[in-house]
């Protein structure tokens, strides 16, 4: 079968396929950030800081749920990476229809557990009763949309494993343009508070999913599933969990530590966690690009793992450790100098509480930037070559350092203690990372050249 106008990462130049792979994944993570901002600034300012503060209570929660299905997609994606670049698209088209079947039913089953456990989960997070009735009407509504959700981003998962990171993020921009239009209808004009927030993010991101749908059967026709061709491949099936339980596992650890710390927060007042909501959602565009060099270097790396390149896999990753290095230090200094007014974006003039807290966050967060840029681009190598439960392990070991400093150090820091915990978990990550990465780098070189490559340090 002939390939489709996708990219194949493994000839040509590594640094231009880099970049021309992570730019509009950067760009599409940084409108995807504008389209989580939106629902804060717009219910902040038309609503006020209590409706805030229950959206920033709601985030951790649905954020585990709808990442764990996030990152079962993530595992798909490696997986069929790893396929396209053998040059074996049938098998890759199988596991596509594979991963849209299962992925479906398992969405429906978790939509429905989510909703039944919302209540119980808020009590568990002592969360202040006047949060609890606007945080239950915003989830519900956004796990009864969740399927729009898996459905855009499994063909997303698709596209970048063939090598087009450009096409998801138009549609996404059009989404995110679609979204803040419904938000500012559904919110201020109509007064659905933070349930028409919901709403807008659920029917734009399914019409996201039906843009990435006509554009696959249009432009990449090695995945456009017809009826005939959905067919669910219990071998397929079982390779696919193997290569996604442990990233959607990485990912619902993470947002489960997210939820522990949101636990952390809620006693220390609604002020607090409107402002913790407000510097989560900054933290968002500061992280998108080393989530965006870190996805455009694991596929590089898939696609050449496949292709028994080991140069090019270490080429990849040494190109993209400098890309991570120049941008940490750009967000560092850009945080602690803009920290007040990115802040005061999410609330009314004169909530000069909520802008003092998210300040002193952004402050104290900021000398620790650098360290999530570089272990984003350390999970990314692991990823790349099939190893997604050091990613895992790792997670699980830092979330459980930010989690414990965070709920000893709260009665006496305030907010700030969660920047303490969480700047002390990401270097500890980090350090583990770099010691495995020395232990892994010669077994790859050795599994996939005929003698040991040539690879800078």
Known sequence: MKRSPAVDMTTGKVTSHILRFALPLLAGNIFQQLYNAADSIIVGRFVGKQALAALGVAAPVMNIVLFTVIGLCTGASIFMATLWGEGDLDKCRREFSTCVLAGLAFTAAVSVAAILCIRPVLWAMRTPAELTAQATGYLRVVFAGLVCSFLYNIYTAALRAA??????????????????????LFVPVLGWGVTGA??????????????CYFYTARRVPQLHLRRSDLTLDRALLRATVGYSQSAALQQTCFFVGKLLLQGAVNPLGTDAIAAFNAVS??????????????????????????????????????????MAWGYGVLMAVSMYLLAAPFTALFVSAGETAVVREGVR?????????????????????????????????????????????????????????????????????????????????????????????????
């Not at 090598?163 to 500012?184: C, H, R």
């Not at 968002?284 to 028994?308: D, H």
Request: net charge positive; proline share 3%; aromatic share 10%.
């Open 198 to 211: 919901a709403a807008a993010t659920v029917l734009a991101q399914g019409i996201s999913a039906l843009l």
């Open 281 to 322: 959602r900054i933290e968002g565009f500061v992280l998108a690009p080393g989530n965006s060099i870190a996805t455009a270097v694991t596929t590089f790396i898939a696609q050449n793992k496949g292709a028994k390149k080991a140069d090019r896999i270490f080429d990849g990753f040494c190109q993209g450790r400098r």
């Open 163 to 184: 090598g087009d990171s450009a096409s998801p993020l138009y549609f996404l921009v059009l989404s995110s343009v679609i979204n803040v239009l419904l938000d500012l």
């Open 361 to 457: 966050y952004l402050h104290a967060m900021s000398i620790f930037y650098l360290m999530p840029a570089m272990g984003d681009m350390m999970q990314g190598f692991f990823r790349g070559i099939g190893k997604l439960n050091v990613s895992l392990f790792g997670t699980i070991f830092q979330i459980s350092v930010r989690v414990g400093l965070t709920y000893l150090l709260a009665d006496r820091l305030g907010l700030v203690s969660v920047c303490v915990a969480t700047g002390t978990g990401w270097t500890l990550f980090l350090l583990i990372l770099a010691l495995l990465y020395r232990r892994e780098k010669p077994r790859v070189q050795k599994a996939l050249s005929p003698c040991e490559a040539e690879a800078p340090a």
